[in-house]
């Protein structure tokens, strides 16, 4: 299908141009990831991320503590890690364990070193319109636009979720670029009333096939953020079998936004190290 927006594929792209410039203006990014706990989901995430910078040439560090460590412990690390000047960006890899306060490790990062483009400071400097550290999943949603050469400007979007992570950031990258936002969430009523009047629809909600073909108008951008698991294989939140016919161009779950939020932490890894202070 030629309407498809080859996550894959563009991340491959960023990638290539990441390790050449890293490799030809002898660059010597690196990240440091924090991780409490077993969980298998973030041994997986973990193990994604420090593969991804093998490949570009990004120095990865991996810290580990057990459930159970005290938070002063991993704050010292943060802390450590802040000061290190071979360090350029550091994050805590999400969820934590029950008992650890997020917010407070999260903002112990310094915002310079932010990669994951979560602390209040960066969320803040986001909101108010300056240059920031945007969170990856929101930054590889605009790439993914970009890269697809859809125009933004003057378009509606309709947002489905208002997570932190993706939609939240998203609303005011989307107002940067001068669209007209629309923000739905679980208490919305008739969503696909409003999902109908979207000409750029970004859907990060986690409901298996959410989004119909009745719910999207001829010709949409469709952007699925969602990943499911609850069929026995990955899914996104949209019927992509029936809205694929329908939009100009969306993207598929797995290989259209996964991929690519990786390689933006990897984009915001470089500029850490470029915008370093010297
Ligand atoms: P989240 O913070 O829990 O947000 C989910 C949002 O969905 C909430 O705002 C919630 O509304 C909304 N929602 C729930 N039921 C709804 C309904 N029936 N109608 C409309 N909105 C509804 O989750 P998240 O972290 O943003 O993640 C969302 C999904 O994206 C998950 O599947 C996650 O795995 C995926 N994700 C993928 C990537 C990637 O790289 N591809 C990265 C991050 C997340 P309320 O605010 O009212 O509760």
Same mark, same amino acid.
């Given at each position: 299908?030629?309407?498809?927006?080859?996550?894959?594929?563009?991340?491959?792209?960023?990638?290539?141009?990441?390790?050449?410039?890293?490799?030809?203006?002898?660059?010597?990014?690196?990240?440091?990831?924090?991780?409490?706990?077993?969980?298998?989901?973030?041994?997986?995430?973990?193990?994604?991320?420090?593969?991804?910078?093998?490949?570009?040439?990004?120095?990865?560090?991996?810290?580990?503590?057990?459930?159970?460590?005290?938070?002063?412990?991993?704050?010292?690390?943060?802390?450590?890690?802040?000061?290190?000047?071979?360090?350029?960006?550091?994050?805590?890899?999400?969820?934590?364990?029950?008992?650890?306060?997020?917010?407070?490790?999260?903002?112990?990062?310094?915002?310079?070193?932010?990669?994951?483009?979560?602390? =209040?400071?960066?969320?803040?400097?986001?909101? %108010?319109?300056? @240059?920031? !550290?945007?969170?990856? &999943?929101?930054? /590889?949603? *605009?790439?993914?636009?970009?890269?697809?050469?859809?125009?933004?400007?003057?378009?509606?979007?309709?947002?489905?979720?208002?997570?932190?992570?993706?939609?939240?950031?998203?609303?005011?990258?989307?107002?940067?670029? =001068?669209?007209?936002?629309?923000?739905?969430? %679980?208490?919305? @009523?008739? !969503?696909?009333?409003? &999902?109908?009047? /979207?000409? *750029?629809?970004?859907?990060?909600?986690?409901?298996?096939?959410?989004?119909?073909?009745?719910?999207?108008?001829?010709?949409?951008?469709?952007?699925?953020?969602?990943?499911?698991?609850?069929?026995?294989?990955?899914?996104?939140?949209?019927?992509?079998?029936?809205? %694929?016919?329908?939009?100009? !161009?969306?993207?598929? &779950?797995?290989?259209?936004?996964?991929?690519?939020?990786?390689?933006?932490?990897?984009?915001?890894?470089?500029?850490?190290?470029?915008?370093?202070?010297?």
């Amino acid at each position: 299908m030629d309407n498809v927006i080859d996550g894959k594929k563009i991340s491959e792209e960023i990638r290539s141009e990441l390790k050449q410039s890293i490799k030809y203006e002898m660059l010597k990014p690196s990240i440091a990831v924090i991780q409490v706990g077993d969980n298998e989901a973030s041994n997986t995430y973990v193990k994604m991320k420090e593969k991804a910078c093998d490949e570009v040439g990004i120095y990865f560090r991996h810290f580990k503590f057990e459930e159970g460590e005290s938070e002063l412990s991993i704050i010292n690390k943060i802390k450590e890690l802040n000061n290190d000047e071979y360090v350029n960006g550091v994050i805590i890899q999400l969820p934590l364990p029950d008992g650890y306060n997020e917010k407070r490790l999260v903002n112990t990062i310094i915002n310079s070193k932010d990669v994951d483009g979560l602390t =209040d400071i960066n969320t803040g400097r986001l909101v %108010s319109g300056r @240059k920031t !550290l945007v969170p990856c &999943t929101a930054a /590889a949603v *605009i790439e993914l636009l970009k890269r697809s050469n859809v125009e933004i400007s003057g378009k509606h979007v309709v947002l489905v979720g208002r997570g932190k992570l993706t939609c939240r950031p998203l609303i005011q990258l989307f107002l940067n670029e =001068d669209a007209t936002v629309t923000v739905c969430h %679980s208490k919305t @009523k008739d !969503l696909g009333y409003v &999902t109908r009047h /979207a000409d *750029i629809l970004v859907t990060a909600v986690g409901i298996n096939n959410i989004i119909t073909s009745d719910m999207v108008k001829d010709g949409a951008v469709v952007i699925d953020v969602g990943i499911n698991y609850e069929t026995g294989k990955i899914s996104g939140d949209v019927d992509f079998d029936n809205v %694929s016919k329908k939009a100009s !161009l969306i993207t598929k &779950t797995p290989g259209g936004v996964g991929p690519m939020t990786v390689t933006m932490l990897l984009k915001n890894t470089v500029y850490c190290y470029l915008n370093r202070k010297k």
